[in-house]
T-cell receptor, first 113, second 110 residues
Framework: QKEVEQDPGPLSVPEGAIVSLNCTYSNSAFQYFMWYRQYSRKGPELLMYTYSSGNKEDGRFTAQVDKSSKYISLFIRDSQPSDSATYLCAMIRSRTSYDKVIFGPGTSLSVIP | DVKVTQSSRYLVKRTGEKVFLECVQDMDHENMFWYRQDPGLGLRLIYFSYDVKMKEKGDIPEGYSVSREKKERFSLILESASTNQTSMYLC?????????FGPGTRLTVL
């Protein structure tokens, strides 16, 4: 079983839809969770960063962590064609320099105008 | 803003050539990383470095080496390129856990 699993998609939605992107993980020691967005032929860029369970909102984006279920989500409201990208979840046990970040394989999202 | 730059966006090399990929960051980050990214396999860590002249193997170090002579610069070396090293190579830097990525180098080995 992989440490972090993510539905690869592709996910295709109409403009304006609410998008839900999800990751499951197996290691209960993970405490810090990140979402990266990667446009085609570019490097990933950090989108959201959350600690432990709960929600965090940033504009149209909401990150949700449920540690009891080992499940994290990224919601995108009022999706735009510019949101079309691959979204990678990532997680780490402790926020120190010496711990390894584990990335999910990414979900490809297309928002159709 | 953190800036991570990579020496080439696209590179084409022949089997057996020695290949150098360079990465430079401008935020005085201690930590630097090299990944490769392949469809269906996601990001795989090749090597990382927590300090100058220090390196640690990642998950797939075979066929690669690295060099970190200065804090801002981290180089990935393919000693003898092979076709199975055709991939997207991504460099990242971080202070703690949040990693900042460069634009990537798409390497094709013929």
């Amino acid at each position: 079983q992989k440490e972090v699993e993510q539905d690869p998609g592709p996910l295709s939605v109409p403009e304006g839809a609410i998008v839900s992107l999800n990751c499951t993980y197996s290691n209960s020691a993970f405490q810090y969770f990140m979402w990266y967005r990667q446009y085609s032929r570019k490097g990933p860029e950090l989108l959201m960063y959350t600690y432990s369970s709960g929600n965090k909102e940033d504009g149209r984006f909401t990150a949700q962590v449920d540690k009891s279920s080992k499940y994290i989500s990224l919601f995108i409201r009022d999706s735009q064609p510019s949101d079309s990208a691959t979204y990678l979840c990532a997680m780490i046990r402790s926020r120190t320099s010496y711990d390894k970040v584990i990335f999910g394989p990414g979900t490809s999202l297309s928002v159709i105008p | 803003d953190v800036k991570v730059t990579q020496s080439s966006r696209y590179l084409v090399k022949r089997t057996g050539e020695k290949v150098f990929l360079e990465c430079v960051q401008d935020m005085d980050h201690e930590n630097m990383f090299w990944y490769r990214q392949d469809p269906g396999l996601g990001l795989r860590l090749i090597y990382f470095s927590y300090d100058v002249k220090m390196k640690e193997k990642g998950d797939i170090p075979e066929g690669y080496s690295v060099s970190r002579e200065k804090k801002e610069r981290f180089s990935l070396i393919l000693e003898s390129a092979s076709t199975n090293q055709t991939s997207m190579y991504l460099c990242a830097s971080s202070f703690v856990s949040e990693q900042f990525f460069g634009p990537g180098t798409r390497l094709t080995v013929l």
